[in-house]
């Protein structure tokens, strides 16, 4: 697996979204965006598939993570049990009963260690990001909440906006992203077509947002939820944070 080219979401669903076709990363079956397959007699989406494929032959994107070798995932056998059974659900009395760690202050602290590693994991992945990457993306400064969304290595951002601005990267999009760090991307880049230090009204805001979708309304919103974008009291005026 070539994690260079695998971003965090894609881990977390557990394939990529190439050009043409979904792939599973763990086992790089794929399936062809503008085919539909046969399931369970229904017709499902390329996207559709892969998920089923995922359940079907890894359990899980979380599973297929989980099976990974302690050198690829650094997380030790014990660990490994661990996060499968919170993953289920259980109780700590539960796990104390039913795993190899025998009592249940083992298992709190064994849930303490595993999030102070998130923790570390966070910092360590934006050290290296920053070491990395000289021209990486930069938190904006109205950022509502930072986390693993902003992890965005350029390659990553170009493939984005190439894949939505179909006509180009002063054109629209058909569609506005779902996925949280798709949104960024989309939002950060529409952010050019502003000045910055310059007060605009709600009118010339929707004017310029027009221009990337129809629905001006949501892009609007977001910029001001996302902390792109500010505006007064009453509304008659917007502007970018610097």
């Not at 965090?8 to 076709?21: A, C, F, K, P, T």
């Not at 904006?140 to 969304?149: I, K, L, P, S, Y």
């Not at 006509?167 to 629209?172: A, F, K, N």
Request: glycine share 4%; aromatic share 10%.
């Amino acid at each position: 697996m070539d994690f260079q080219s695998i971003s965090i979401e894609e881990l977390m669903n557990g394939y990529q979204l190439d050009d043409s076709h979904y792939r599973c990363i763990h086992c790089e079956k794929t399936f062809f965006v503008h085919e539909v397959y046969p399931f369970d007699n229904q017709f499902l989406t390329a996207e559709g598939m892969v998920q089923v494929h995922l359940q079907q032959e890894h359990g899980s994107a979380f599973h297929a993570l989980l099976q990974m070798d302690k050198k690829t995932s650094g997380l030790s056998e014990v660990q490994q049990e661990m996060l499968k059974l919170f993953y289920e659900g259980l109780s700590d009395k539960e796990i104390a009963v039913d795993s190899s760690v025998n009592n249940i202050s083992t298992v709190r602290q064994h849930r303490f260690k595993l999030r102070e590693k998130e923790r570390q994991a966070k910092v360590f992945l934006a050290l290296m990001q920053l070491l990395s990457e000289p021209n990486h993306y930069k938190i904006h400064r109205g950022a509502t909440q930072v986390d693993e969304r902003y992890s965005i290595e350029e390659k990553e951002r170009e493939k984005v906006l190439q894949t939505y601005f179909k006509q180009g990267l002063d054109g629209g999009i058909e569609t506005i992203p779902s996925k949280e760090k798709r949104k960024l991307i989309i939002l950060q880049h529409i952010l050019q077509r502003f000045t910055a230090g310059k007060a605009y009204t709600e009118k010339e805001v929707n004017t310029i947002l027009k221009t990337v979708h129809a629905d001006f309304v949501t892009l609007r919103r977001y910029l001001i939820e996302y902390g792109f974008m500010s505006r007064s009291a009453d509304g008659s005026s917007y502007w970018i944070k610097e």
